[in-house]
């Protein structure tokens, strides 16, 4: 390659003409004579007698203020100029520098990203490779993971080689002893599921055992202790409501049964009524007002129509007036 002249590192520039911005105006005697003449403004007091004074000269110390600011800024900009001018010329010469950077770093770029891709492909390729050698199980090939690292320019093959096997042999030792901590927590599981009517299922703590292992048994323990107490308040609560129950529906059957005994004597003391009041229309109908001991016995054909217990009162009662009867069932 033929060789260029090189521009060197450290460019030396030389100022051939330097002079720093010195001003000088009568500061010291410009801000005496300002000053004493601002002490008079300050002795006013804005009044309504004096108010339209004091707008006047309120207007005059504005114009003076704007008349040092703009005195200010024209001075600055005039002094500026030569700096601007430099700053000007430096920024050319960054860009005619930045103009052939960016043409080399493009090519650069180029060859860096093929040599990136040729590293990502090399760790791809790894990867398949060592899952196969080392025997990762099919369910565990997706935590197997492409390193940024491992597409760096600096990548060395036998550094990422290395580290692969590393990531695989970790996922598989994890793997193993997330297997054991798994068999020993169904098992425990399976255990307490003895004492709880409402079984638990072992698969919702896969996850919870995953991230914390064996150390997941204090959350497992807790849970099946607040569901043996939940059950047993809840089976005392149905002792409870159990014997309430028992107890109100022995007073409803109590309350039903005398409400039946106080109907029943109810409709027998209605029964005794009708029959008496039947009896008298038919002593009327006879024309036996009054019954005397030796009056002579008449027999009457009654058809009678009643309840049982109506029946049973109307027996009462001929018995008890000696009436004699002959039931026959119709």
Not at 215 to 232: G, P, T
Not at 293 to 307: A, D, L, S
Request: proline residues 1%; charged residues 45%; hydrophobic residues 30%.
């Amino acid at each position: 390659m033929k060789k260029i002249w090189r521009v060197e590192n450290r460019m030396e520039f030389k100022i051939t003409e330097k002079q720093l911005p010195a001003i000088k105006f009568n500061f010291e005697e410009v801000k005496n004579k300002l000053s004493e003449k601002l002490c008079d403004y300050k002795k006013l007091v804005v009044t309504e007698e004096t108010l339209k004074f004091c707008k006047s000269e309120q207007k005059h110390l504005a114009g003076l203020r704007r008349e040092v600011d703009t005195y200010r800024k024209d001075v600055k900009k005039e002094l500026s100029k030569p700096l601007d001018e430099f700053e000007s010329k430096c920024k050319e010469i960054v860009s005619l520098i930045s103009e052939t950077e960016s043409k080399l770093k493009e090519g650069i770029n180029y060859y860096d990203d093929l040599k990136k891709e040729e590293n990502k492909k090399f760790a791809e390729s790894e990867i398949n490779r060592l899952k196969t050698e080392l025997e990762l199980p099919q369910e565990l090939l997706w935590q197997v993971q492409l390193k940024k690292e491992y597409c760096n320019l600096t990548a060395k093959k036998k550094d990422v080689t290395k580290d692969i096997t590393i990531q695989i042999l970790s996922i598989k030792d994890a793997n193993a002893k997330y297997l054991i901590d798994k068999q020993e927590i169904f098992d425990y599981i399976e255990k307490r599921n003895v004492e709880v009517k409402q079984k638990v299922d072992p698969k919702r703590y896969e996850s919870l055992i995953e991230s914390e292992g064996i150390e997941c048994l204090k959350q497992i323990e807790s849970d099946f202790n607040n569901i043996v107490q939940y059950e047993k308040e809840l089976e005392e609560k149905s002792k409870i409501e159990v014997e309430q129950a028992k107890i109100r529906a022995e007073k409803e059957i109590e309350e039903t049964k005398k409400k039946a005994e106080i109907e029943t004597q109810r409709e027998i003391e209605k029964a005794k009524i009708e029959i008496e009041k039947k009896v008298e229309d038919i002593k009327k109908e006879s024309g036996a007002v009054k019954v005397e001991i030796n009056e002579k016995t008449i027999q009457y054909k009654i058809q009678v129509e009643g309840t049982y217990n109506q029946l049973v009162a109307l027996k009462e009662f001929m018995n008890k007036n000696n009436i004699k009867f002959e039931a026959t069932k119709i």
